[in-house]
């Protein structure tokens, strides 16, 4: 069965702290997507991990991928509250030419 | 250049009345997506079109959903005799050859079935 999960669910965090989001899947992918939903908006991609040990950064965001672990993750640095915001992952299928979404994580900055 | 466009942004109706809902994807993008989300939910995968190949419609809850791609552009769902559980956002997405590339999304049409 095709499944992308992500943890925690929800996360608060205090400004200036480090946080890790996990995104873990349980098929073969090379490619990874993650996107952020602000409130009541749409979702905005954020990183598209193409390979193995790819290792992107915007800001105070940083997502990496291991293709053999079946893991990526979202770091996130001195978080700020304009960071607050649901995260999530989509994993590239290839045999079904789509990419699957994980729950998303929710993450909320306390000043 | 635009973006993914939805109509209407919000829809109130009745229960057992048939609803539609637009998409217009970026120009050129030959892939589109239906998804639902309800409230404080993630992403429910409805329907997939990738240019003249049949759709995708291996997400659709009931046939009371039903969705058209005229001319590989402009996407109508839509829900016949709506439920309550219907009620949700409607969110629509195209890329731009395959569904393993970066999808972008419009606003959504909130959907809310008294």
């Known amino acids: 069965e095709l499944k992308v999960e992500q943890n925690p669910l929800f996360l608060s965090m205090q400004e200036g702290k480090n946080y890790t989001i996990y995104c873990n899947y349980s098929t073969t992918s090379d490619r990874l997507y993650w996107y952020r939903q602000d409130p009541g908006k749409s979702l905005e991609s954020l990183f598209v991990l193409l390979s193995n040990g790819a290792v992107k950064q915007e800001g105070r965001l940083m997502a990496s991928l291991d293709t053999k672990a079946r893991l990526s993750t979202l770091h996130i640095t001195a978080a700020v509250h304009d960071l607050s915001a649901t995260y999530f992952c989509?994993?590239?299928?290839?045999?079904?030419?789509?990419?699957?979404f994980g729950p998303g994580t929710s993450l909320s900055v306390i000043p | 250049g635009a973006g993914v466009s939805q109509s209407p942004s919000n829809k109130v109706t009745e229960k057992g009345k048939d609803v539609e809902l637009r998409c217009d994807p970026i120009?050129?993008?030959?892939?589109l997506y239906w998804y639902r989300q309800s409230l404080g939910q993630g992403l429910e995968f409805l329907i997939y079109?990738?240019?003249?190949?049949?759709?995708?419609k291996s997400g659709l809850p009931s046939d009371r959903f039903s969705a058209e791609r005229t001319g590989g552009s402009v996407s109508t769902l839509t829900i016949q005799r709506t439920q309550q559980e219907d009620s949700a956002v409607y969110l629509c997405?195209?890329?731009?050859?395959?569904?393993?590339?970066?999808?972008?999304f419009g606003p959504g049409t909130r959907l809310l079935v008294l």
């Open positions: 120009s050129g993008h030959t892939a």
């Open positions: 997405a195209s890329s731009l050859s395959s569904g393993r590339e970066t999808q972008y």
């Open positions: 989509a994993v590239d299928i290839k045999t079904y030419d789509k990419v699957i």
């Open positions: 079109f990738q240019g003249n190949s049949a759709p995708d």
